[in-house]
Structures are given as C-alpha cells and as structure tokens.
Nanobody, 117 residues
Framework: QVQLVESGGGLVQPGGSLRLSCAASRNIVNIATLGWYRQAPGEQRELVATITNRGSTNYADSVKGRFTISRDSAKNPVYLQMNSLKPEDTAMYYC???????????WGQGTQVTVSS
C-alpha cells in the first residue's frame, strides 16, 4: 500500500504561481504514470497533467503553457509548477500514481488551490 500526500496549495492572486508537491509513504518503483487531477465544487474530477515513466507529458488544454509537471525521486515522485494562475484553476488538486504491472491507482487526499483577488 502506498500513501500519497500533496502539499503546496493555498490562496494566490490571479497571475500568481504555486508549486504542488506529492510525497510518497515509501519509495515507489514500477510506476507507469504519475499525474495531477483537480476537482472543483460540483464538478467532476479532471485530468490536469500526467507524466509517464519515460518522461512523456500530457496536459489539459486549459493549462498548457502555464503548468509544468515533473518527476523527481522515488520518495517525492511528482511536482506541478503552476504559473499565471486564473480563478478557474480553483479546485482541490490530487496526486495520482498508476502502477506499471498491476494498473493499481493510488490517490492522495488533495490540496486546495484557490485563486482569488
């Protein structure tokens, strides 16, 4: 079992930046894909960005050019750099890890991002 813990959320003004981090309870190996998803009140959870074990990235159209996903160590596997934030980016952001051989999904509890003046 792997526990993921997100951090770095908060309140920021429009145009500002935040960097989200995702820490794992133990070293994670054999990861197929790491990703960030978000869910606004009353909305479905949506993909923000993913990165594969080979480093290929994928972004939602709404964040392209503003957000950057990156991978790091096995214990702190994924980050999300968010620039030029907009009010519509306000949501709970979740870290996800999909395992390579089992396809098992692990989710964090989320970190709140609020963009408001």
């Amino acid at each position: 079992q792997v526990q993921l813990v997100e951090s770095g959320g908060g309140l920021v003004q429009p145009g500002g930046s935040l960097r989200l981090s995702c820490a794992a309870s133990r070293n994670i190996v054999n990861i197929a894909t790491l990703g960030w998803y978000r869910q606004a009140p009353g909305e479905q959870r949506e993909l923000v960005a993913t990165i594969t074990n080979r480093g290929s990235t994928n972004y939602a159209d709404s964040v392209k050019g503003r957000f950057t996903i990156s991978r790091d160590s096995a214990k702190n596997p994924v980050y999300l750099q968010m620039n030029s934030l907009k009010p519509e980016d306000t949501a709970m952001y979740y870290c996800n890890a999909k395992m390579l051989f089992t396809g098992t999904d692990y989710w964090g509890q989320g970190t709140q991002v609020t963009v408001s003046s």
